[in-house]
């Protein structure tokens, strides 16, 4: 039973994930978190940050992740079909009528009009992630602030925007940052 589980909310999140893994994020927490709870916010969203800093897809990564942590490596490899079954039908099918119809208005107006929904999807993520990282679980105040996640999140964007270093470079930086936060006591 709870392989058809698996397969059938990572088919769900594979097939409405429009847009790439980040697009997908709120639909993996829509599923794995609120709709079966199959892990608490917390663990989401170190799931997400695994996935994010490992090869791969994030989808494909959390279906892995999740289908392990649930059912062993059986669950790991249905979820993981289940994650990428829809993706390759629909790949296939768009890239035939993709190359038969490329360059017309239709397919170009179709493609402008999804532009805004996967930015908004990747907002949406990136707020939910933020509230998480910054605060933790709800409600939401300035007393309950994680200030060393914050210090690294400001951080973070800074020398991201600014001096465009390498993402891998900053994420281990930050992550040697919390390690000496944890360590240490905190920054804050």
């Known amino acids: 039973m709870i392989y058809i589980q698996l ?43 695994i996935s994010s800093m490992t090869p791969g897809p994030v989808a494909i990564n959390s279906a892995t992740f999740v289908g392990l942590r649930i059912a062993g490596l ?41 532009r805004p929904a996967v930015v908004a999807l990747i907002t949406a993520a990136g707020l939910s992630l933020s509230q998480t990282a910054l605060w933790g679980e709800l409600p939401v105040s300035l007393s ?22 390498n993402p891998i470079l900053v994420m281990c930086l930050c992550g040697a940052g919390g390690l000496i936060s944890f360590l240490t006591g905190k920054f804050f």
């Open 7 to 49: 397969f059938f909310s990572f088919l769900k999140i594979g097939l409405f994930s429009v847009g790439g893994g980040y697009a997908a994020i709120p639909l993996i927490q829509s599923e794995i978190v609120n709709g079966h709870g199959w892990l608490s916010m917390q663990e989401f969203t170190n799931l997400i940050t």
């Open 74 to 114: 059986p669950g790991a490899v249905t979820a993981t079909l289940g994650s990428i079954f829809p993706a390759v039908i629909l790949v296939s099918l768009l890239s035939l009528i993709y190359r038969k119809y490329k360059g017309t208005t239709a397919i170009d107006t179709v493609l402008g009009c999804l």
């Open 144 to 165: 309950s602030v994680d200030w060393t996640n914050a210090l690294l999140f400001l951080g973070a964007f800074f020398i991201l925007r600014k001096w465009k270093w």
